[in-house]
T-cell receptor, first 109, second 114 residues
Framework: TQLLEQSPQFLSIQEGENLTVYCNSSSVFSSLQWYRQEPGEGPVLLVTVVTGGEVKKLKRLTFQFGDARKDSSLHITAAQTGDTGLYLCAGAYDYKLSFGAGTTVTVRA | DSGVTQTPKHLITATGQRVTLRCSPRSGDLSVYWYQQSLDQGLQFLIHYYNGEERAKGNILERFSAQQFPDLHSELNLSSLELGDSALYFC?????????????FGQGTRLTVV
């Protein structure tokens, strides 16, 4: 059982459209991270959110941490083909850094 | 480049054999995490070391073991290998052991057991 549940599992959209990926848990995290992974490569850290209700923007990506620090979302505006990849959320508890199963995002030209 | 180095990049070995995967963390990072990633299991946490001491274990098989040395590099030992152990193995390093544990991943070792 995954501590962090991500949805949807797969997402395919046209270039220029917007998308949102969700990460939910019943546990409270001191911080939550989002990573992007390309095939055959290691995950790359995109952002860390720490404070409940926090919103962080990274160019066309907007990350939000829930008020109760149990959930998070990633919103991409005007997606580009370069946004294609596996998006993973991760949270730390009891010295373990656990990952969700990921959302595979495909942006079609 | 994350600054985390994993060797070897690829490894092909036979069932029943033993292999050692090596990880050099980013300069200054004291934490090392090991993960196994297969197509149907996602990124599974195996074990976490901080400054030479084991801090947490995940779903790590008894046939697998790890250690972190005084120079902070880490090794993951996999023994009595089975076909199902074929996967990508990643290590990640972090400056912290708890709290805001941002992790920086290596390129991984692709293990194929034949």
């Amino acid at each position: 059982t995954q501590l962090l549940e991500q949805s949807p599992q797969f997402l395919s959209i046209q270039e220029g459209e917007n998308l949102t990926v969700y990460c939910n848990s019943s546990s409270v995290f001191s911080s939550l991270q989002w990573y992007r992974q390309e095939p055959g490569e290691g995950p790359v850290l995109l952002v860390t959110v720490v404070t409940g209700g926090e919103v962080k923007k990274l160019k066309r990506l907007t990350f939000q941490f829930g008020d109760a620090r149990k959930d998070s979302s990633l919103h991409i505006t005007a997606a580009q083909t370069g946004d294609t990849g596996l998006y993973l959320c991760a949270g730390a508890y009891d010295y373990k850094l656990s990952f969700g199963a990921g959302t595979t995002v495909t942006v079609r030209a | 480049d994350s600054g985390v180095t994993q060797t070897p990049k690829h490894l092909i070995t036979a069932t029943g054999q033993r292999v050692t995967l090596r990880c050099s963390p980013r300069s200054g990072d004291l934490s090392v995490y090991w993960y196994q990633q297969s197509l149907d299991q996602g990124l599974q946490f195996l074990i976490h070391y901080y400054n030479g001491e084991e801090r947490a274990k995940g779903n790590i098989l008894e046939r697998f073991s790890a250690q972190q040395f005084p120079d902070l590099h880490s090794e993951l030992n996999l023994s009595s290998l089975e076909l199902g152990d074929s996967a990508l193995y990643f290590c990640a390093s972090s400056p912290r052991t708890r709290g805001n544990t941002e992790a920086f991943f290596g390129q991984g070792t692709r293990l194929t057991v034949v």
